[in-house]
Every structure is written in C-alpha cells, then in structure tokens.
Nanobody, 121 residues
Framework: QVQLVESGGGLVQAGGSLRLSCAAS????????MGWYRQAPGKQRELVAV???????NYADSVKGRFTISRDNAKNTVYLQMNSLKPEDTAVYYC???????????????WGQGTQVTVSS
C-alpha cells in the first residue's frame, strides 16, 4: 500500500504564491514520475506539471513560467511552487506518483486526496 499526503493549499489573492507538498509513504521500492494535476468545477482533470526520476520536467502551457515542480527523492516528496497565481488557477490539486512496490516489485500509480487552491481576484 502506498499513501500520499498533500498539504499547502489555501486561499490567496491574485498575484500571490502558494507551495504544495505531497509526501509518499508505504511499500515503496522506487519512484518514477511524480506529478500534479488539477480539476476545476465542471472541468476535466488536467496535468499541471510532472517530474521524472531523472529530474526532467514538463508543464502545462497555462502555468509555464509561473509554476515550478521539484522533488526530494530522500523524502519521497514532490513540491509545486506556484507564483503569480491567477483566478483561473482555482481548482482542487491532486498529486500523482508512479513507481514500483517493495517486495512484490509490481508497479503502482497512486493519487493524493486533493487540496483546494482558491485564487481571488
């Protein structure tokens, strides 16, 4: 079993910043990609940013230059630094982690519980 615990969401004014964290724990042998997705009311969940085990990153066009994804492999934690936030960034943000389980060496793909980010204008 792999668990993800997210933190860092909240209410912020437009132009402000927030930092999200997501820590993975449990039966983990290795972690490959770690990413952040978001879902606004009435919309489909979309990729925000992803980072591979080698440190390569990919961002949605809408957040390029404003958001930065990073990871601490020693802590099995992924971060999302969000700057210059806009009202359209308002959504529930979910972290996603892909990796290999310990002992069984089978793949896993786990989701966090979601954290609300609200940007007021």
């Amino acid at each position: 079993q792999v668990q993800l615990v997210e933190s860092g969401g909240g209410l912020v004014q437009a132009g402000g910043s927030l930092r999200l964290s997501c820590a993975a724990s449990g039966s983990i042998f290795s972690i490959n990609a770690m990413g952040w997705y978001r879902q606004a009311p009435g919309k489909q969940r979309e990729l925000v940013a992803v980072i591979t085990s080698g440190g390569s990153t990919n961002y949605a066009d809408s957040v390029k230059g404003r958001f930065t994804i990073s990871r601490d492999n020693a802590k099995n934690t992924v971060y999302l630094q969000m700057n210059s936030l806009k009202p359209e960034d308002t959504a529930v943000y979910y972290c996603n982690v892909e990796g290999i389980r310990r002992i069984s060496f089978t793949p896993f793909n786990s989701w966090g519980q979601g954290t609300q980010v609200t940007v007021s204008s």
